[in-house]
T-cell receptor
Framework: KAGVTQTPRYLIKTRGQQVTLSCSPISGHRSVSWYQQTPGQGLQFLFEYFSETQRNKGNFPGRFSGRQFSNSRSEMNVSTLELGDSALYLC?????????????FGPGTRLLVL | AQSVSQHNHHVILSEAASLELGCNYSYGGTVNLFWYVQYPGQHLQLLLKYFSGDPLVKGIKGFEAEFIKSKFSFNLRKPSVQWSDTAEYFCAVNAVLFAANNLFFGTGTRLTVIP
């Protein structure tokens, strides 16, 4: 079974631009979560989607948003990019929501904001 | 709020040495606990998890962890490390009450195994 895939793998943007990242979960998985990984803050939860609905959101500004499609694929968008948004963005999928699920992580999208 | 502490930032061991990585969390309710590993150039992989039952859980590649509720700890152990265990290890927790997949991660421990 194919793992979680994320596109693109690398991205360079300038301040003020916006970016969209994509995540395809493992086949059959309906929950997708997004995390931001930086050297300073470590891994931080962004949001979780299940059945096209956002179930949880982390402590990030409204510039960070996401959505999930009927095939469980998910996208996250960051508007008005800031230098501090440079990070590795990880997507994780699981069979269901509810907390007691193993999350499988993708390779991440590395975003550099100049 | 939930938080996780991993006090060892970088651990250096020789092959065959025993390993114990500390993990403490702060949350008074019932939790699910995880250890993930990130090998160089690879993505995060689940090593083991604890949801309920036997507090001693065994994972892949000879790793195990013990949940001690009274100490809010979930330390990772391996009796004899190999060079291939060189990686970064992350402890993570979520609260059962919130029934949510949002994991709170520790800052990670980098393990270097010297052949």
């Amino acid at each position: 079974k194919a793992g979680v895939t994320q596109t693109p793998r690398y991205l360079i943007k300038t301040r003020g631009q916006q970016v969209t990242l994509s995540c395809s979960p493992i086949s059959g998985h309906r929950s997708v979560s997004w995390y931001q990984q930086t050297p300073g803050q470590g891994l931080q939860f962004l949001f979780e989607y299940f059945s096209e609905t956002q179930r949880n959101k982390g402590n990030f500004p409204g510039r960070f948003s996401g959505r999930q499609f009927s095939n469980s694929r998910s996208e996250m968008n960051v508007s008005t990019l800031e230098l501090g948004d440079s990070a590795l963005y990880l997507c994780a999928s699981s069979l269901g929501a509810g907390g007691s699920e193993t999350q499988y992580f993708g390779p991440g999208t590395r975003l550099l904001v100049l | 709020a939930q938080s996780v502490s991993q006090h060892n930032h970088h651990v250096i061991l020789s092959e065959a040495a025993s390993l114990e990585l500390g993990c403490n969390y702060s949350y008074g309710g019932t939790v699910n606990l995880f250890w993930y590993v990130q090998y160089p150039g690879q993505h995060l992989q689940l090593l083991l998890k604890y949801f309920s039952g036997d507090p001693l859980v065994k994972g892949i590649k000879g790793f195990e962890a013990e949940f001690i509720k009274s100490k809010f700890s979930f330390n990772l152990r391996k009796p004899s490390v190999q060079w291939s265990d060189t990686a970064e290890y992350f402890c993570a927790v979520n609260a059962v009450l919130f029934a949510a997949n949002n994991l709170f991660f520790g800052t990670g421990t980098r393990l270097t195994v010297i052949p």
